[in-house]
């Protein structure tokens, strides 16, 4: 019986020995560091590469097999500490400075931490999403200033509070109500749900508006969970079990002045400012799960022997998985080109996209995060079924990748949302272009 660190095996052990050493997160790191050198400027692949190291160390040193009855969460400060909860920005503003950050460094951090474990990298991207409107409006407030630093060195976890249980992806009539104080606090109602982290959080970043169903009247607030009217239940999602989500009734929540982020009329500004690094991370992670499993499943197809012959040999395996591995190859380089554009951009207008050029990345956001999310559950369910059983046991990452693709089209809204922003984009686009 192979060493159990090598899998997350719970029941029997279902893949010989030989095969499951071979599929070991040092041999698919190999297999995506092959893939991506040929294309990966030497500051991303050295930056990927360091990633990979600490992943690896982690594992080994905390005998880590993956499987469900490890609490992810406690996983936290250690990343943290390490600078790998998020490379989005540099945080000097709270003492914490990187050497490499930014979209594409932040890529590079995904495309190994997602190699280590999915559903962990999953949940830091929910942190990155309370982290970046706490980081675009903290006003050097020290309030702010202490729960940024805290969600950026993994001292606690963060949310975002957007989607409620009657509104969905209609994001801007929201029913969750805030009521402006005298001293310039606001006092919160409502319910929201599906909130990646939220039981296990710390920080919520939430939304509300002055007026019930008004989006010109939504405001911003950072959000105490230990404060009072604060109550959340977990939902359970059995694709993604180690992952919490909530479901958050606000009773009464009152928000100090210190923690509003963008008074009456600001709320829904900053929600779509967000919109950009929200889905072009989420794309992240669709391509992250892509290569993933074909790390899996290439190294699997290649040992596992059927009528006396490799199995890649045949063509109804070969093929299908060269057609996989090209498509998944082909958005990663789209996407390191959108990110180091991004890059580019916030370097030379000082972290200020001007609002006609966001409104085109905004447009391209949601493009890539269509085709990776979409091209994520093909891929995965495909290298599962190249992989047989050994695909949808437990006794490797391959169940979880299969899972966690299915919900990524929903997350972050839904693929027909995108695909309403795409053609209402492609309407204006050609007014301008046809007189």
Not at 154 to 177: F, M, N, Y
């Given at each position: 019986?192979?060493?159990?660190?090598?899998?997350k095996?719970?029941?029997a052990?279902?893949i010989?020995?030989?095969?499951?050493?071979?599929?070991?997160?040092?041999n698919?790191?190999s297999?995506?560091n092959?893939?991506?050198?040929?294309?990966?400027?030497p500051?991303?692949?050295?930056?990927?590469?360091?990633v990979e190291?600490?992943?690896m160390?982690?594992?080994?040193k905390?005998?880590?097999?993956?499987s469900?009855?490890?609490?992810?969460?406690?996983?936290?400060?250690?990343f943290?500490?390490?600078?790998?909860?998020t490379?989005?920005?540099?945080?000097e503003m709270?003492?914490?400075?990187y050497?490499?950050?930014?979209?594409?460094?932040?890529?590079?951090?995904y495309?190994?931490?997602d190699?280590?474990d999915?559903?962990?990298a999953?949940?830091s991207g929910?942190?990155?999403?309370?982290?970046n409107?706490?980081?675009?409006?903290?006003?050097?407030i020290?309030?702010r200033?202490?729960a940024l630093k805290?969600?950026v060195t993994?001292?606690?976890?963060?949310?975002?509070?957007?989607?409620?249980?009657?509104?969905?992806?209609?994001?801007?009539?929201?029913?969750?109500?805030c009521d402006?104080?005298?001293?310039?606090?606001?006092?919160?109602?409502?319910?929201?749900?599906f909130?990646?982290n939220?039981?296990?959080s710390?920080?919520?970043?939430s939304y509300?508006?002055?007026?019930a169903?008004?989006?010109n009247t939504?405001?911003?607030f950072?959000v105490?969970?230990?404060?009072d009217?604060w109550n959340?239940e977990?939902?359970?999602?059995?694709?993604?079990p180690k992952?919490?989500?909530?479901k958050e009734?606000?009773?009464n929540?009152r928000?100090?002045?210190e923690y509003?982020?963008?008074?009456?009329?600001k709320?829904?500004?900053?929600?779509f400012?967000g919109?950009?690094?929200?889905r072009?991370?989420?794309?992240?992670?669709?391509?992250a799960?892509?290569?993933?499993a074909?790390?899996?499943a290439g190294?699997?197809?290649n040992?596992?022997?059927?009528?006396?012959k490799v199995?890649?040999?045949f063509?109804?395996?070969?093929?299908?998985?060269?057609d996989l591995?090209?498509?998944?190859?082909?958005?990663?380089?789209?996407i390191?080109?959108?990110?180091e554009?991004?890059?580019?951009k916030?370097e030379?207008?000082?972290?200020?996209i001007?609002?006609?050029?966001?409104?085109?990345?905004?447009?391209?956001?949601?493009?890539f995060?269509y085709?990776?999310?979409k091209?994520?559950?093909?891929v995965?369910?495909?290298?599962?079924n190249?992989?047989?059983?050994?695909?949808?046991?437990?006794?490797?990452?391959?169940?979880?990748l299969l899972?966690m693709?299915r919900?990524?089209e929903?997350?972050?809204?839904?693929?027909q949302?995108?695909?309403?922003?795409?053609?209402?984009?492609?309407?204006?686009l050609?007014?301008?272009?046809?007189?």
């Open positions: 019986m192979t060493d159990r660190k090598l899998t095996t719970k029941y052990q279902a010989n020995d030989e095969i499951l050493e071979k599929m070991s997160l040092k698919r790191y297999f995506l092959n893939n991506l050198m040929s294309f990966l400027s500051e991303q692949f050295n930056f990927l590469k360091k190291k600490f992943c160390r982690f594992e080994k905390n005998n880590i097999t993956h469900e009855d490890e609490d992810m969460y406690d996983w936290i400060p250690a943290g500490a390490e600078g790998l909860i490379r989005a920005h540099n945080f709270v003492d914490v400075n050497d490499y950050y930014g979209a594409t460094a932040d890529f590079m951090r495309l190994a931490m190699g280590f999915p559903q962990f999953m949940g929910a942190t990155v999403l309370a982290i409107p706490v980081y675009d409006h903290h006003e050097d020290p309030q200033l202490e805290d969600m993994g001292k606690a976890a963060g949310c975002i509070l957007i989607t409620e249980p009657e509104r969905g992806s209609d994001a801007v009539h929201q029913l969750t109500t402006k104080q005298d001293d310039g606090s606001f006092i919160l109602n409502g319910e929201k749900i909130n990646t939220a039981p296990k710390k920080w919520a970043v509300a508006s002055a007026e169903n008004n989006g939504m405001a911003q950072l105490n969970t230990e404060w009217g959340c977990r939902v359970y999602i059995p694709w993604v992952l919490f989500l909530g009734r606000l009773e929540l928000v100090p002045k509003v982020l963008g008074d009456v009329g709320g829904r500004e900053h929600l400012e919109l950009v690094p929200e072009i991370g989420i794309a992240m992670g669709g391509v799960q892509a290569w993933n074909l790390a899996h190294i699997y197809i040992l596992r022997k059927q009528f006396d199995v890649l040999i063509q109804g395996v070969g093929f299908t998985y060269a591995w090209a498509r998944t190859s082909n958005i990663t380089q789209g390191i080109k959108f990110a554009n991004y890059d580019e916030m030379k207008f000082g972290g200020e001007p609002g006609n050029i966001q409104q085109a990345m905004v447009v391209s956001a949601s493009q995060k085709q990776a999310t091209l994520s559950a093909e995965c369910y495909e290298c599962a190249l992989m047989g059983g050994a695909g949808l046991c437990d006794n490797t990452l391959m169940h979880d899972n693709s919900i990524q929903i997350v972050g809204g839904s693929r949302i995108q695909q309403y922003i795409m053609s209402m984009a492609f309407r204006k050609f007014k301008m272009s046809v007189p």
